[in-house]
């Protein structure tokens, strides 16, 4: 991942941070060891680059936050 995807990977991250303190049921839905993949509609490339960190590990309970606008959807993956 390059310096500028980590940049841009930190940004959204505060942002879903905000929302999940805001919001009791993204925070309720992200209780007991889930494991979180940050997409957004408006960075493909940095979505992608999520996405493929994740691909081939194991991981039992997985939810893909993502936002489009200022709207979060929370989706489970796996578990």
């Known amino acids: 991942m390059t310096q500028a995807l980590i940049e841009r ?10 929302y999940v ?11 007991g060891g889930v494991h979180v993949v940050l997409t957004t509609s408006a ?8 996405r493929q960190i994740i691909k081939n590990k ?3 309970r997985l ?5 489009a606008g200022k709207k979060w959807t ?6």
């Open 74 to 79: 929370l989706t489970r993956l796996r578990g």
């Open 43 to 50: 960075d493909p490339e940095l979505s992608e680059a999520n």
């Open 9 to 18: 990977n930190l940004k959204l991250g505060l942002e879903f941070d905000t």
């Open 63 to 67: 939810v893909e936050a993502h936002k």
């Open 21 to 31: 303190v805001r919001s009791r049921a993204a925070l309720k839905s992200l209780s």
């Open 58 to 60: 194991k991981i039992r």
